[in-house]
């Protein structure tokens, strides 16, 4: 059962636009969520996260947006980068569980020069 | 801060045989976890060591898999014996306790390609 969805295999948008990754999840008693980025042939790198306590986080060019009501969070890469084409994974937790992280099955992002 | 370190980081065998995973984590981080990432998939967990002691290895297949973390630091993972199925890139992360018990996020290795054939 996957409890944690990416509904879109793939992405491609122009260099310089909004790229905008989806992400849904079922477990409501989720509280803290993760956005890894991987690069072919290697393993996946932590890039923002966001409590469940907020309902938006940025860092430099990734915003990090959650909606707890539709169990929804996105990504956005403003603006966009070719350095940024890679395959995106949201992943999340819940208290009490041990910390076990729950992948989506990503998003490959091209960027096009 | 050195990262997480795997090796192999390629390994072809046939079925049936013996394969052997290692993986260093990040000094201080006392939680390591083992995922199993098939092709267009997320990771998946395959067991989560708190130190020493494997807290959560309920979705280790025991009969063919079996993974130690002695001192609580380096961990080996071996498939014995490996079937066609197994074909898959083997990550292992590591993390640390941060505030309010929620642990940081993980940090993985580069992973182990493991072919099957």
């Known amino acids: 059962d996957q409890q944690v969805k990416q509904n879109s295999p793939s992405l491609s948008v122009q260099e310089g636009r909004i790229s905008i990754l989806n992400c849904d999840y079922t477990?409501?008693?989720?509280?803290?969520f993760l956005w890894y980025k991987k690069y072919p042939a290697e393993g996946p790198t932590f890039l923002i996260s966001i409590s469940s306590i907020k309902d938006k986080n940025e860092d430099g060019r990734f915003t990090v947006f959650l909606n707890k009501s539709a169990k929804h969070l996105s990504l956005h890469i403003v603006p966009s980068q070719p350095g940024d084409s890679a395959v995106y994974f949201c992943?999340?937790?819940?208290?009490?569980?041990?910390?076990?992280?729950?992948f989506g099955t990503g998003t490959s992002l091209t960027v096009i020069p | 801060e050195a990262g997480v370190v795997q090796s192999p980081r390629y390994k072809i065998i046939e079925k049936k045989q013996p394969v052997a995973f290692w993986c260093n984590p990040i000094?201080?981080?006392?939680?390591l976890y083992w995922y199993r990432q098939n092709l267009g998939q997320g990771p998946e967990l395959l067991i989560r060591y708190e130190n020493e002691e494997a807290v959560d290895d309920s979705q280790l297949p025991k009969d063919r898999f079996s993974a130690e973390r002695l001192k609580g630091v380096d961990s080996t993972l071996k498939i014995q014996p490996a079937e066609l199925g197994d074909s898959a890139v083997y990550l292992c992360?590591?993390?640390?306790?941060?505030?309010?018990?929620?642990?940081?996020?993980?940090?993985f290795g580069n992973g182990t390609r493991l072919t099957v054939t």
């Open positions: 000094s201080g981080h006392n939680t």
């Open positions: 992943a999340a937790s819940a208290p009490y569980t041990g910390n076990q992280f729950y």
């Open positions: 477990n409501s008693m989720f509280d803290y």
């Open positions: 992360a590591s993390s640390q306790e941060g505030t309010g018990g929620r642990l940081s996020p993980l940090h």
